[in-house]
């Protein structure tokens, strides 16, 4: 079973900010939080993971709160093309013989 | 980034026939590749692990004679779907872990097979 929950569906205006949040209560000492989305017929994309820092690469930045038990994904300016759904998901890392569990994800629609 | 191809991107197939599916890791080697089965609106659904040179782990519900899975060598994963019927139709996606020292980010996806039986 998935260990996040994420809201099933979001809308974001184009060129402004998408914040995805993800709740993962119950993530364990030694598990990242990784993000990927999946744009439709296509396979998942990886976006971004991280540990307990925030994180920012070329595609979004990575909020995790000091607790851990919480996390959002900052898409700084979101454009049509972002449109997809979006998986949070809790893991090992570096854990080569195990799948991801992907949940529901969010729906992220970015409009026009 | 590593990246995962799948062959063929969608297919369309009588009902009773046999289809192939091909996942290949281009420019890496890897020891484990996952399928994964996604129905319309829904998650990936884990079908099966395959390891280089063993026989596949199948999930619960998920059947090994049906879904016939060869991991023949680092690079390519196949996985024949037979005696195909309509409810069989999906979205096929595989990937593959590989080892990026230090990074984390281990596992790559396959764009993957639309398939359609009819």
């Known amino acids: 079973d998935a260990k996040t929950t994420q809201p099933p569906s979001m809308d974001c205006a184009e060129g402004r900010a998408a914040n995805l949040p993800c709740n993962h209560s119950?993530?364990?000492?030694?598990?990242?939080v990784y993000w990927y989305r999946q744009i439709h017929s296509q396979g998942p994309q990886y976006i971004i993971h991280?540990?307990?820092n925030n994180e920012t690469n070329e595609m979004a930045s990575l909020i995790i709160t000091e607790d851990r038990k919480s996390s959002t994904l900052i898409l700084p300016h979101a454009t049509l093309r972002d449109t997809a759904v979006y998986y949070c998901?809790?893991?090992?890392?570096?854990?080569?013989?195990?799948?991801?569990?992907f949940g529901p994800g969010t729906r992220l629609s970015v409009l026009p | 980034g590593a990246v995962v191809s799948q062959h063929p991107s969608r297919v369309i197939c009588k009902s009773g026939t046999s289809v192939k599916i091909e996942c290949r890791s281009l420019?890496?080697?890897?020891?484990?590749m996952f399928w994964y089965r996604q129905f319309p609106k829904k998650s990936l659904m884990l079908m099966a692990t395959?390891?280089?040179?063993?026989?596949?782990?199948?999930e619960q519900g998920v059947e090994k004679d049906k879904f016939l899975i060869n991991h023949a060598s680092l690079t390519l994963s196949t996985l024949t779907v037979t005696s195909a019927h309509p409810e069989d139709s999906s979205f096929y996606i595989c990937?593959?872990?590989?080892?990026?020292?230090?990074?984390?980010?281990?596992?790559?996806f396959g764009p993957g097979t639309r398939l359609t039986v009819l």
């Open positions: 990937s593959a872990s590989h080892r990026l020292a230090g990074v984390g980010n281990e596992q790559f």
């Open positions: 998901i809790v893991r090992v890392p570096d854990n080569y013989g195990q799948n991801f569990v």
């Open positions: 395959s390891n280089e040179g063993s026989k596949a782990t199948y």
């Open positions: 991280g540990l307990k």
């Open positions: 119950t993530i364990s000492g030694n598990e990242y």
């Open positions: 420019d890496f080697q890897a020891t484990t």
